[in-house]
């Protein structure tokens, strides 16, 4: 496939191939872009950035709502690609795909409200009939730099949002998994996006990255991705708004009062779907003593039934990862916690991408598997003595993007919601629960600002005040 800048689908003679982490066939190649690239689209975005801010929010209204039944009308294309390009399990790269159609959709309704307010001057000392209110406008440009582990979905939130709200984009997808995002593009110029409006580059981070942040006409940048390349952005880009959704070891409380059958279903499905590849995966599994053993025994049973083998198979319940090194990396971490003491129950093996789900018990809360993000089919499960215990465990971390606790009393539910330093909370779900419309961020080094195509739509305007003198 072609990269789209400067109104044009665009080659180079460089290209980056496209890996099936499941078998390691080429199923494409992007070109890789270069600084000249970067300045070529940076030019087009400025010039298109006025295209769309001159569209009514009806007429943006109008262009999403068509990228968005497109993409529906073709799922099971973008269902497809996702799985060859990622390796997800195809039933949830149809799930991302619908969830993509929800976030477009959203962001299409957000066209039609943003709006200001009145502020009311009078409420000031020395007032002498000053009428005052706000209004919202685009940023201009922004960059849009996105994920692997979601390559439709998180390229809407950043996308959808800037579009509606009248800025143009310039979209850097992740190198492993460029190909959902092309398509994408395909359908919002489909659907009328203004031809500058839209640049999707390829390449890898470290060449075209940095000076894609640094320009000063960017003047927003939304990223997703690892902490270390979130503070590296921040101190590249300079002065201008940045959203930052980064990592996270995401913690979940089993208290002795919870249905344990409930608490392993939330489990399976926030551990290991993606192949753990998320950054809300329930890691850290805080179980209290009284059911800690119940717990392991029905989380055992349930775990040795997640098949891996070829994403594209609809009876297999985990894929790949997205690189075999990925893989290896997990493994390292479970055998170095495993020789600190800790035991494998399930899984433990990989070969090549696909890493077997794993449960890892009597976990020291200091072991690399659970105080930094494995981003990977592990889960790490520790004892707890009691909430205040837990909530203590939760909280030492660096992290602090989601957080579970299942449990039927009311008021260990809101101590943890108001002691637990998360930006997402869940009472009785894992941790991995997110609703596309919900304000979505986190708090420590998992980032800052909110996405949720409302909340992604302040953080991509600029609020003017404007006060009429009598």
């Known amino acids: ?6 109104g044009e689908w665009t080659d180079r003679e460089d290209k980056i191939s496209v890996i099936n982490p499941f078998n390691n066939s080429i199923v494409d190649t992007v070109p890789s872009a270069t600084t000249d690239d970067v300045e070529l689209a940076i030019n087009s975005a400025v010039s298109g950035a006025k295209d769309i801010a001159a569209l009514s929010g009806y007429e943006r209204y109008q262009i999403l709502r068509k990228a968005a039944d497109l993409l529906e009308e073709r799922t099971e294309d973008f269902a497809r690609i996702i799985t060859l390009e990622e390796g997800k399990v195809i039933s949830e790269g149809r799930l991302e795909v619908s969830r993509a159609v929800q976030t477009m959709t959203l962001s299409a309704e957000e066209s039609k409200r943003i709006h200001g307010e009145m502020v009311p001057l009078d409420g000031a ?11 919202r406008v685009p940023c201009g440009v922004v960059a849009a730099i996105s994920p692997f582990n979601f390559p439709l979905n998180l390229v809407c939130h950043k996308v959808g949002p800037a579009l509606a ?17 092309l398509k994408l593009t395909e359908i919002l110029l489909e659907a009328g996006v203004p031809t500058g409006a839209i640049q999707c580059i390829t390449g890898s981070g470290s060449s075209i990255g940095d000076p894609l942040v640094a320009d000063s006409r960017v003047r927003k940048v939304t990223f997703t991705g690892s902490r270390d390349i979130g503070e590296r952005i921040c101190k590249t880009a300079g002065l201008k708004k940045v959203t930052m959704e980064l990592g996270s070891n995401a913690p979940l409380i089993v208290m002795p009062d919870a249905d344990i059958d409930k608490v392993v279903k939330a489990t399976v499905s926030s551990g290991f779907s993606n192949a753990g590849q998320v950054c809300i995966s329930a890691q850290r599994i805080i179980t209290h003593e009284k059911v800690y053993g119940d717990y392991l025994d029905a989380l055992s049973s349930e775990v040795e039934l997640i098949n891996t083998g070829d994403p594209l198979d609809e009876s297999v319940k985990m ?3 997205v690189r075999s090194q990925d893989a290896e990396r997990v493994n390292g971490w479970i ?3 495993v020789n ?6 399930v899984g433990g093996e990989y070969s090549g991408a696909v890493h077997q789900a794993t449960v890892v018990a009597d976990v020291n809360p200091d072991m690399r598997i659970s105080c930094e993000e494995l981003f990977g089919p592990a889960v790490a499960v520790t004892r707890s003595a009691g909430i205040d215990e837990a909530i203590k465990m939760a909280n030492d971390s660096n992290y602090g993007l989601s957080a579970g606790i299942f449990t039927q009393d009311i008021d260990w539910a809101m101590k943890f919601a108001r002691e637990v330093e998360s930006g997402n909370l869940m009472i009785n779900s894992g941790p991995q629960y997110r609703a596309d419309l919900m304000p ?7 980032g800052m600002g909110k996405e949720g195509p409302r909340y992604a739509v302040e953080e991509m305007t600029e609020l003017k005040m404007v006060v009429y003198h009598p």
């Open 1 to 6: 496939m072609h990269m789209y800048i400067g």
């Open 125 to 135: 000392p020395g007032w002498s009939g000053q009428l005052g209110f706000t209004l």
């Open 165 to 181: 709200a009248g800025n143009s984009v310039i979209l850097k997808p992740a190198t492993d998994t460029p190909l959902s995002a």
């Open 319 to 321: 894929g790949p990862m």
């Open 335 to 337: 055998k170095e916690a």
């Open 340 to 345: 600190a003491g800790a035991r494998t129950v």
């Open 440 to 446: 979505y961020g986190g708090l420590k080094e998992s």
